[in-house]
């Protein structure tokens, strides 16, 4: 069973516009949700993260927003820069400290 | 450099051999984890340990899998007579002790191809 879920396999934006990449998951009992950024060769890159008491947490361009009563987190990327293209994982973390991560989306931001 | 580093980055081995890969945790972090992603899939979490306690095994998939970690450092992942299903990018993370013990920090990864 698939705990950590990003749907969407891929999204392609254009470069100064909004990104939102979405998450769901099914354990009430994470208490911290991370999104990771991977380039091709490299280990992901820790991005933003937001504690589960929290609705909303911003960092630059990058903002992660919580809806705990739809178990569902997304990360706003505003505004987009071809840099920002790779792959990105969801992640959460449970009581015993291991990060449970989706699968991936990969984000392509045309000039 | 300061980040975490993971050897070698590409092994490519026969059916029925053993592999051993290692990881170098960022100096100071008593957290050491190991994930895999096989082709299309998120990341597998395999085995974390930290500082002296019992490392938390549940992840590894089988008996053919192990880990240690010496000295509280650097981390060696066995895997015994390799099968093709075992070929993918194995991943390395540390994290700080503390409140921030959830941001972990990632190797590049060892590519594994069994033949």
């Known amino acids: 069973d698939q705990q950590v879920k990003q749907n969407s396999p891929s999204l392609s934006v254009q470069e100064g516009r909004i990104s939102i990449l979405n998450c769901d998951y099914t354990?009430?009992?994470?208490?911290?949700f991370l999104w990771y950024k991977k380039y091709p060769a490299e280990g992901p890159t820790f991005l933003i993260s937001?504690?589960?008491?929290?609705d909303k947490n911003e960092d630059g361009r990058f903002t992660v927003f919580l809806n705990k009563s739809a178990k569902h987190l997304s990360l706003h990327i505003v505004p987009s820069q071809p840099g920002d293209s790779a792959v990105y994982f969801c992640?959460?973390?449970?009581?015993?400290?291991?990060?449970?991560f989706g699968k991936g989306t990969l984000l392509t931001v045309n000039p | 450099g300061a980040g975490v580093s993971q050897s070698p980055s590409n092994k490519v081995t026969e059916k029925g051999k053993d592999v051993e890969l290692r990881c170098d945790p960022i100096?100071?972090?008593?957290?050491l984890y190991w994930y895999r992603q096989s082709l299309g899939q998120g990341l597998e979490f395999l085995i974390y340990?930290?500082?002296?306690?019992?490392?938390?095994k549940s992840g590894l998939p089988s008996d053919r899998f192990s880990a240690e970690r010496t000295g509280g450092s650097v981390s060696t992942l066995t895997i015994q007579r390799t099968q093709q299903e075992d070929s993918a990018v194995y991943l390395c993370?540390?994290?700080?002790?503390?409140?921030?013990?959830?941001?972990?920090?990632f190797g590049p990864g060892t590519r594994l191809t069994v033949t």
């Open positions: 100096s100071g972090h008593t957290a």
């Open positions: 354990n009430s009992m994470f208490d911290y």
């Open positions: 992640a959460a973390r449970g009581s015993n400290y291991k990060l449970t």
């Open positions: 340990f930290q500082g002296n306690s019992a490392p938390d």
């Open positions: 993370a540390s994290s700080f002790p503390g409140t921030r013990a959830y941001e972990q920090y």
């Open positions: 937001i504690s589960s008491i929290k």
